[in-house]
């Protein structure tokens, strides 16, 4: 989030993103008070959208029905496009696993009740991550920051997902990694930034901005074999379609 950017303003951070060629931004909660922050960012500013989100890291932090209860009413506030950032992550135990089905259960019934899309964060969980999913028919969504294996794009793709790609592809090593985001079909795929967080080579060491993506973009396309332009349109046109903006 633009909050999290020491030094600059929200509205610094659109002008740039806008003179590096981004002109539509979703800023992304990732508990109560984020979340918060994210409609707030979104409300007064053209061509951005906030979603509405309670991360696997908070997840023990929110179970009381009162939190809920208040985060539910966030998903209808004006410029809400998506619910997330959620999911499971089983990498870190900032919350335990109980603690984390409940709270993704509670946001994939949110998402269904208020026809949104929902933004996933999973990371080695995809085990317990399908077949919460597939209990809620009709979601639809994006597993954002995406670095999983082949097999887990197979079964993403099979179930109607985007795929996000950010920062992390430009200085991967893994040739097996970078063989999944070369096959990625195009009209699944989505670019994004996690901001201030996963900065692209070759801006390592800074903070990250959404003015950035124009690096994971050239980077992205290059690796695929693709025309900058032609990436940049297909995934525009992604974005637009999952998320309405």
């Known amino acids: 989030m633009w909050a999290k950017l020491p030094g600059l303003?929200?509205?610094?951070?659109?002008?740039?993103?806008?003179?590096?060629g981004v002109s539509r931004l979703v800023c992304v909660g990732c508990d109560l008070q984020d979340s918060q922050l994210a409609i707030d960012f979104a409300k007064d500013r053209a061509g951005c959208w906030a979603a509405v989100g309670i991360h696997p890291h908070e997840a023990k932090l929110h179970l009381d029905s009162e939190k809920l209860s208040r985060f539910a009413a966030l998903s209808t506030a004006p410029k809400v496009v998506a619910i997330g950032e959620c999911g499971l992550d089983y990498y870190y135990d900032h919350s335990p696993k109980a603690a984390q089905l409940k709270v993704?259960?509670?946001?994939?019934?949110?998402?269904?009740?208020?026809?949104?899309?929902?933004?996933?964060?999973?990371?080695?969980?995809?085990?317990?991550?399908?077949?919460?999913?597939?209990n809620y028919q009709g979601v639809r969504g994006v597993l954002h920051s995406y670095t999983d294996s082949a097999a887990n794009l197979e079964k993403a793709l099979a179930r109607g997902l985007y795929l996000g790609v950010n920062?992390?592809?430009?200085?991967?090593?893994?040739?097996?990694?970078?063989?999944?985001?070369?096959?990625?079909?195009?009209?699944?795929?989505?670019?994004e930034t996690d901001a201030p967080f996963l900065t692209p080579a070759p801006y390592r060491g800074k903070i990250n901005e959404p003015k950035r993506l124009r690096a994971v973009a050239e980077f992205v396309a290059k690796l695929r074999g693709e025309a900058v332009e032609d990436l940049a349109a297909a995934t525009t046109t992604n974005a637009r379609q999952i998320f309405g903006i």
């Open 104 to 134: 993704l259960e509670f946001q994939l019934e949110l998402a269904q009740a208020a026809n949104l899309p929902v933004i996933f964060h999973v990371r080695e969980a995809f085990d317990d991550f399908w077949p919460t999913f597939d």
């Open 167 to 191: 920062g992390i592809a430009t200085f991967a090593k893994d040739q097996a990694q970078l063989a999944v985001y070369q096959a990625i079909p195009l009209d699944r795929l989505l670019l």
């Open 9 to 20: 303003t929200g509205d610094e951070v659109v002008t740039k993103a806008r003179a590096a």
